[in-house]
């Protein structure tokens, strides 16, 4: 049986705002049935902390701290928490809501597209597999996160490696369009992480942190080898493949694509209005 074939970008190291505008224009491409489904792999220069689409900045994030640590800033398109981007692969999958075998809700097709970082993981010979919150305390606590920040956060259809989450996704549909994205870590540094959000005290704060190296990990904390991104974009590149059991072939934008990205960053992702939009 032939596979279905999708486009594969590996995009490098990107602004904030070039790759929101990538995704967002990827999606209105393929709205329009101008590309195929995508897969999408990039990073961040500089290092970025990226909130949700519903999150307040002002009010928990330390904005100076971000501008004095030399970070950059951006608000997604989509929900969750706040991720720092930076010892990472980054992933986006634009596909139609109407494509075959995608279920219609939006937790099941999380659950399907994150078949393909199940692989990854697999591939690079870490026992990943999917957490379901099952008891009424933790399907509350979907609701009404404790943290801004995405990995202390639960969600369906976890990514998790000895019981601790192991990569961040969140998804929008606009359009008929599923894009979902997410951060695979390679290295976390909790410290820096922290230092940017607001606190009511600092015991807060400590607890916060305690709590996060509990339930989040870094693929090199467990891996008990250091995995590079070039090993990490080979093992998920091939995860994606067999995980969503497609044929992925590159893409390349067009000079006119690449105008219309710049001209989302520009205009959108790189404005004030929208990035403290709340």
């Not at 070039?18 to 990073?43: C, H, T, V």
């Amino acid at each position: 049986m032939t596979k279905e074939k999708w486009g594969f970008i590996d995009s490098g190291y990107c602004s904030p705002a070039f790759n929101m505008a990538m995704d967002e224009a990827l999606l209105n491409w393929q709205s329009k049935g101008e590309i195929p489904p995508i897969i999408r792999f990039y990073g961040w220069d500089p290092a970025t902390l990226s909130i949700g689409y519903f999150q307040k900045a002002e009010s928990e994030i330390d904005i100076e701290e971000v501008k004095r640590q030399g970070l950059g800033f951006v608000r997604r398109p989509t929900g969750g928490r706040a991720v720092l981007h930076e010892h990472e692969l980054t992933y986006s999958v634009i596909v139609p809501e109407s494509y075959p075998g995608m279920p219609t809700t939006v937790t099941e097709a999380y659950r399907v597209i994150s078949e393909g970082i199940l692989m990854g993981f697999r591939n690079l010979g870490l026992d990943a597999y999917f957490a379901v919150p099952r008891t009424d305390q933790e399907k509350a606590a979907l609701k009404t996160p404790r943290s801004s920040v995405c990995f202390d956060a639960p969600s369906w259809y976890e990514l998790v490696v000895e019981g601790r989450k192991v990569a961040g996704s969140a998804q929008t549909r606009q359009k008929g369009v599923i894009l979902q994205h997410g951060a695979i870590l390679l290295e976390l540094d909790d410290e820096k992480l922290f230092s940017v959000f607001k606190f009511s005290n600092d015991r807060v704060k400590e607890r916060m942190q305690k709590n996060l190296k509990n339930k989040a990990v870094a693929i090199n904390d467990i891996a008990g080898r250091k995995i590079t991104i070039p090993e990490a974009k080979d093992a998920f590149e091939k995860g994606f493949a067999d995980g969503l059991s497609i044929e992925l072939e590159p893409y390349v934008l067009t000079e006119q694509q690449l105008l219309e990205v710049k001209a989302i960053a520009e205009s959108k992702y790189e404005s004030d209005e929208w990035n403290f939009l709340r």
